[in-house]
């Protein structure tokens, strides 16, 4: 069965150090997304992106974010100057479509800023 | 903007025993909604999700939830849980895109 794939599972960086979370969404899938949960916490929709531009974004994914689709099958998620509260789980997620289609989440990304 | 508040944290249940985890949510326009499971230490699963048709919904691991329009109400049960259920348990409401999460319900299943 297709999945999510994520990489690396866990990062640890220095605060101000620049990080790249990747993700290979599933290989037919359209939109994609990014999520994160600081640990304890909800769940929190950061960014969706369809046809190589950001579709949608939440007030987290502010200017020290970026996402990007440098080729057919990757999807990452950088960010350019960490912060102590950037440490969380971070999770990739892919639909075939928007509108209530399943997002299919990969295993996350546990960042750790020191 | 969309809401999703699951009132219960954490529901101890003995292994057999029915359980029912409480979702509600708020909209100003049409949902979907979702209800995704994380193991320890894994991604988000996937239970089961409602998009429109009959309110009754039925998931994967014999799970169901059912959707209550004028309650604005999505709760999950199981008549008979088992130890694998185990796991922290997440009602959504999705957009077009977006999907807003719950703070989650940590299921203890109890020997």
């Known amino acids: 069965e297709p999945e999510v794939t994520q990489t690396p599972s866990h990062q640890v960086t220095q605060m101000g150090q620049e990080v790249i979370l990747r993700c290979v969404p599933i290989?037919?899938?359209?939109?994609f997304y990014w999520y994160r949960q600081i640990l304890g916490q909800k769940v929190e929709f950061l960014v969706s992106f369809y046809n190589n531009e950001i579709s949608e974004k939440s007030e987290i994914f502010d200017d020290q974010f970026s996402v990007e689709r440098p080729d057919g099958s990757n999807f990452t998620l950088k960010i350019r100057s960490t912060k102590l509260e950037d440490s969380a789980m971070y999770f990739c997620?892919?639909?075939?479509?928007?509108?209530?289609?399943?997002?299919?989440f990969g295993p996350g990304t546990r960042l750790l800023v020191l | 903007a969309q809401s999703v508040t699951q009132l219960d944290s954490q529901v101890p249940v003995f292994e057999e025993a029915p359980v029912e985890l409480r979702c509600n949510y708020s909209?100003?326009?049409?949902?979907?909604l979702f209800w995704y499971v994380q193991y320890p230490n894994q991604g988000l699963q996937l239970l089961l999700k409602y998009l429109s048709g009959s309110t009754l919904v039925k998931g994967i691991n014999g799970f169901e939830a059912e959707f209550n329009k004028s309650q604005t109400s999505f709760h999950l049960r199981k008549p008979s849980v088992h130890i694998s259920d185990t796991a922290e348990y997440f009602c959504a409401a999705g957009g077009y895109q977006k999907v807003t999460f719950g703070t989650g319900t940590k299921l203890q299943v109890i020997p």
């Open positions: 909209s100003s326009v049409s949902v979907y």
């Open positions: 290989s037919n899938h359209l939109y």
């Open positions: 997620a892919s639909s075939a479509r928007g509108g209530g289609e399943t997002q299919y």
